[in-house]
């Protein structure tokens, strides 16, 4: 008897050819979609039905109100760029997949993240489509129980296949939106919740220059969209949410940091006693890893680089790794 696993299908080709890619494998894949509130599960049921596999619909609305929008939009409040996958992966994504295995008694879980599963460890995938960075907050039950079979290809690839197979999401576009901020205006949204931050100062170089619409608009690194011109091309390189200004710098190089801190560390490895040196990834995105090294204090730790890294963004995510293996992270502080 094929072992059960569960796989979070939503209708797009990641989870189609992760539920595929599994079947093949000789696993009993039972589909299961995460009910935001927002459109989407006909596309899951469609690919479910063209794969032949069983889908369970769960409403994850009120879990995502508390651990993921509600912060966020805190987190912007504070003048802080949060990532919402990295909060909502272990405390709602992963947690239900895991209370689905465990009421129809399967063994694994799944999704299509970019990324590999491994004895209890969390590595890389492809560099063109890495998502690893993603799943730095898993718990461990949640990572030993996980099956992430589209590491070992690329999203090229993986279109390849769902054509090939006649999958109904195949040509579907890729969402690069927050999926409960559909059409990407994540300050429109923050205000929709009855919060609008006032107005207040620009300082470019230390000197007050125009008025912001709020700071929810700005984060640190930003160089367009300001709403109003300055002559010459400008950065957001500090936002003060106790004094309501945004701080703007003409030089580029005022953004770049050769040390910064990090809170609540999650360690996908046994907590480190002393410094180690490691890859640093700040943000998600294809670019090389810097070397770092970091050094535990309390429950965060104190990141240095040898040189300088642009633009480290308050309530971002800095990641850890040793060569591809995920060692953990915590939250950029200010």
Known sequence: MSEKVILGLSGGVDSAVAAHLLREAGYEVLGLYLDNGLPG?????????????????????????????????????????????????????????????????????????????????????????????????????????????????????????????????????DSMEICFIPDGDYA?????????????DFLLDGVPAARHRGIHHYTVGQRKHFGIGFGKRVYVSEIRPETNEVCLSSDDSA????TFSVRDVHWLIPAPEKSVECGVRIRHSRAALPLGTIVPEGDGAVVSFPAPVRAPAPGQTAAFYAGDRLLGGGFITK
């Open 188 to 200: 429109a949204w923050i205000e929709r919740r009855g919060v609008v931050p006032p107005a207040g």
């Open 41 to 173: 599960l006909r596309e899951a049921e469609r690919a479910a039905a063209a794969l032949g596999i069983s889908l369970t619909a769960v409403d994850t609305r009120s879990a995502m109100e508390e651990q993921v929008c509600a912060p966020f939009a805190a987190a912007y409040l504070r003048g802080e760029t949060p990532n919402p996958c990295i909060l909502c992966n272990p405390t709602v994504k992963f947690r239900f997949l895991l209370e689905e295995a465990d009421r129809q008694g399967a063994a694994w879980i799944a999704t299509g993240h970019y990324a590999a599963a491994r004895n209890g460890g969390l590595y890389r995938g492809r560099p063109e489509n890495d998502q690893s960075y993603m799943l730095c907050r898993l718990e461990p039950e949640q990572i030993r129980r996980l099956l992430l079979p589209l590491g070992p290809y690329t999203k090229a690839q993986v279109r390849e296949m769902a054509r090939a197979l006649a999958l109904p999401p195949a040509d579907r576009p």
């Open 255 to 258: 953004l770049w940091r050769r």
